[in-house]
């Protein structure tokens, strides 16, 4: 008997009878992104996890009276996408607030408060998120690079309006809720955030950063059920994108327990890997007495801290001042030694660090921070510490990520939706030599992973995966892409979203690829996005989305 019969005639030895695989696909493209068969014809699985993938012919037969075949019918199955960091809670409340993603003008984002002001009695509070005030055209005037409150409270004379900036660094406030708040001329600053201002000294209603904690502090909190309905809205968003781990980028007490009693239901119907929030030190304490959390639906192990803000608002902290403020070059959101004193302490528990730093001077001060802390714990050789989005670097810091073990946790999709005004807070020399470097730091031999950031940015790894390719705004502009050089390939751009994601919580040895033994975490798409045409990208759909071989979507034809 030949060797590859005596292995088949095994094979269906151990897996005939009740050992039948729960599953099978074939009929497709499946890319595994595992190195020792990277693309097969089939996958069995059993128990929630990969048991064989190889060859159809062979794997079919396996089926037993209980098995469910899949014909992929020529779709592309890949691992599930590995969403690198986005807010699952913010996720969900975005579906019960105003999106304002989709205005254009200032004019439509008042259409689109009004429209709520009218169905709700007054008094009531009128949240949103999404607006960008660089995406205007026509832009209405501007003090200090945002618009004003004037239009907006005249059109919602009575109802307390909120409104998050796009990127959550900003928000805007019309003349009832800063009524509400006491907010007037006298009124003090936050110390990591600014109340706007005009000449006069009258507030305009924009807060950046910490300042928009002066109105949220009068903001009715959501009721549990609202809370509950968030959470679950945002799973099943994230599984219809073909999400199946989900790495939330900050929660606190209240979020986590949430958490910990839905992952003890069974009710998380994707893997959930959570930073906590940083900056409640009791929090902390109390997760570094209960050590890390690792399960198989539910993962604790890292903390979220921030050190600036963001461009859109520029609250992004920069070595130099901005090319469109001059005399201003950003803030810390904290001070830098809380960055080390906290990495220190996450290395001594077992925890990793996952610190947002979008401006070149906030991304040094960092790395600052965590080489200290390194050389203090030199017995931690595997801490895979994180900068999340690494989005603008001095060219001296970018081999510093590979040379410390640092990851740099970007999302491709910013590129996409920042780079057409970017170069206006930056200018074109600091673009070009360190804003979205993603090949730099590749050749480095840094680790990227990659998210959208959501609700920032939608939580549809498809634009994310397109932007990262070809650089280019989901309209197709500029031919070309902006900086190509810096473009990753799509096999890059896979891995950032699956294997290399997974890499980046420690996760790799179960989830990010489909090798025997690990989860079947599975997407399955429309069409190949390693070999469709670039411009066809973005037409590529989600079919199914399985999570430990179970289908928790599928579209509707």
């Given at each position: 008997?030949?060797?590859?019969?005596?292995?088949l005639?095994?094979?269906?030895?151990?897996?005939?009878?009740?050992?039948?695989?729960?599953?099978i696909?074939?009929g497709?493209?499946?890319y595994?992104?595992?190195?020792?068969?990277?693309?097969v014809?089939?996958?069995?699985?059993?128990?929630?996890?990969?048991?064989v993938?190889?060859?159809?012919?062979?794997?079919?037969?396996?089926?037993g009276?209980?098995?469910?075949?899949i014909?992929?019918?020529?779709?592309?199955?890949?691992p599930?996408?590995?969403?690198s960091?986005?807010h699952?809670?913010?996720?969900?409340?975005?579906?019960?607030?105003?999106?304002?993603?989709?205005?254009?003008?200032?004019?439509?984002?008042?259409?689109?408060?009004?429209?709520?002001?009218?169905?709700?009695?007054?008094?009531?509070w009128?949240?949103?998120?999404?607006?960008?005030?660089?995406?205007w055209?026509?832009?209405?005037?501007?003090?200090?690079?945002?618009?004003?409150?004037?239009?907006?409270?005249?059109?919602?004379?009575?109802?307390?309006?909120?409104?998050e900036?796009?990127?959550?660094?900003?928000?805007?406030?019309?003349?009832?809720a800063?009524r509400?708040a006491?907010i007037?001329?006298?009124?003090?600053?936050?110390?990591?955030?600014?109340v706007?201002?005009?000449d006069?000294?009258?507030?305009?209603?924009?807060?950046?950063?910490?300042?928009?904690?002066?109105?949220?502090?009068h903001?009715?909190?959501?009721?549990?059920?609202?809370?509950?309905?968030?959470?679950?809205?945002?799973i099943?968003t994230?599984?219809?994108?073909?999400?199946?781990?989900?790495?939330d980028?900050?929660?606190?007490?209240?979020?986590?327990e949430?958490?910990?009693?839905?992952a003890?239901?069974?009710?998380?119907?994707?893997?959930?890997?959570?930073?906590?929030?940083?900056?409640?030190?009791?929090?902390?304490?109390?997760?570094y007495?209960?050590?890390?959390?690792?399960?198989?639906?539910?993962?604790?192990?890292?903390i979220?801290?921030?050190?600036?803000?963001?461009?859109?608002?520029?609250?992004?902290?920069?070595?130099?001042?901005?090319?469109?403020?001059?005399?201003?070059?950003?803030?810390?959101?904290?001070?830098?030694?809380?960055?080390?004193?906290v990495?220190?302490?996450?290395?001594?528990?077992?925890?990793?660090?996952c610190?947002?730093?979008?401006?070149?001077?906030?991304?040094?001060?960092?790395?600052?921070?965590?080489?200290?802390a390194?050389?203090?714990?030199?017995?931690?050789?595997?801490?895979?510490?994180?900068?999340e989005?690494?989005?603008?670097?001095?060219?001296?810091?970018?081999?510093?990520?590979?040379?410390?073990?640092?990851?740099?946790?970007?999302?491709?999709?910013h590129?996409?939706s920042?780079?057409?005004?970017?170069?206006?807070?930056?200018?074109?020399?600091?673009i070009?030599?360190?804003?979205?470097?993603?090949?730099?730091?590749?050749?480095?031999?840094?680790?990227?992973?990659?998210?959208?950031?959501?609700?920032?940015e939608?939580?549809?790894?498809?634009?994310?995966?397109?932007?990262?390719?070809?650089?280019?705004?989901?309209?197709?502009?500029?031919?070309?892409?902006?900086?190509?050089?810096?473009?990753?390939?799509?096999?890059?751009?896979?891995?950032s979203?699956?294997?290399?994601?997974?890499?980046?919580?420690?996760?790799?040895?179960?989830?990010?690829s489909?090798?025997?033994?690990?989860?079947?975490?599975?997407?399955v798409?429309?069409?190949?996005?390693?070999?469709?045409?670039?411009?066809?990208?973005?037409?590529?759909?989600?079919?199914?989305?399985?999570?430990?071989?179970?289908?928790?979507?599928?579209?509707?034809?």
């Open positions: 008997m030949s060797r590859s019969l005596l292995l005639f095994l094979l269906a030895g151990c897996v005939a009878g009740p050992e039948a695989p729960d599953l696909l074939h497709g493209t499946i595994t992104l595992d190195a020792n068969q990277p693309q014809e089939a996958l069995a699985i059993r128990n929630g996890r990969v048991e993938a190889g060859a159809e012919a062979s794997l079919v037969p396996l089926a009276p209980e098995t469910q075949v014909d992929l019918q020529g779709k592309t199955a890949i599930g996408f590995v969403e960091h986005a699952l809670m913010g996720l969900g409340h975005l579906q019960q607030q105003i999106d304002l993603s989709g205005a254009r003008t200032y004019q439509d984002l008042i259409e689109l408060v009004a429209a709520r002001a009218a169905t709700l009695p007054a008094g009531s009128i949240l949103g998120r999404g607006w960008h005030q660089s995406k055209d026509p832009a209405p005037p501007f003090v200090h690079g945002f618009q004003t409150h004037e239009a907006l409270s005249a059109a919602t004379p009575d109802h307390p309006v909120f409104l900036h796009a990127s959550g660094h900003a928000a805007f406030a019309n003349a009832e800063m509400l006491g007037g001329p006298d009124s003090r600053s936050e110390s990591d955030g600014e706007i201002r005009d006069q000294g009258q507030p305009t209603g924009v807060f950046t950063e910490g300042a928009a904690r002066l109105i949220e502090a903001i009715p909190p959501p009721t549990e059920a609202e809370e509950e309905a968030a959470m679950q809205a945002a099943q994230a599984l219809a994108h073909g999400i199946t781990t989900f790495m980028a900050g929660s606190g007490q209240a979020a986590i949430r958490f910990e009693e839905a003890l239901a069974g009710a998380l119907d994707l893997r959930l890997w959570v930073m906590l929030a940083g900056w409640d030190s009791v929090l902390l304490d109390r997760w007495q209960r050590g890390p959390l690792q399960s198989d639906y539910l993962t604790i192990r890292a979220k801290l921030y050190a600036d803000g963001a461009l859109g608002s520029r609250g992004a902290w920069l070595l130099e001042d901005y090319t469109d403020r001059p005399g201003y070059a950003g803030q810390p959101s904290q001070p830098m030694p809380r960055i080390g004193e990495a220190r302490d996450a290395l001594a528990h077992g925890f990793q660090v610190t947002h730093a979008i401006g070149d001077r906030a991304n040094r001060e960092v790395l600052d921070q965590y080489e200290a390194f050389a203090d714990h030199p017995e931690v050789g595997d801490h895979r510490f994180r900068i989005h690494a989005q603008h670097l001095h060219p001296d810091d970018i081999p510093r990520f590979a040379k410390l073990g640092v990851i740099a946790s970007i999302q491709g999709i590129m996409a920042d780079r057409p005004w970017a170069i206006d807070r930056l200018g074109h020399e600091r070009v030599s360190g804003a979205y470097v993603w090949q730099s730091l590749y050749q480095s031999g840094a680790h990227l992973i990659n998210g959208t950031d959501a609700p920032v939608p939580v549809d790894p498809i634009p994310c995966f397109y932007a990262s390719v070809t650089r280019q705004t989901l309209g197709g502009d500029p031919p070309g892409g902006y900086e190509p050089e810096q473009a990753m390939s799509r096999e890059q751009a896979l891995r979203y699956t294997l290399d994601a997974a890499y980046g919580g420690f996760l790799e040895e179960s989830v990010g489909l090798a025997p033994g690990k989860w079947a975490d599975i997407c798409l429309s069409q190949d996005l390693l070999t469709v045409p670039a411009d066809s990208i973005l037409g590529t759909k989600v079919e199914m989305t399985f999570v430990g071989g179970v289908l928790k979507y599928q579209r509707e034809k």
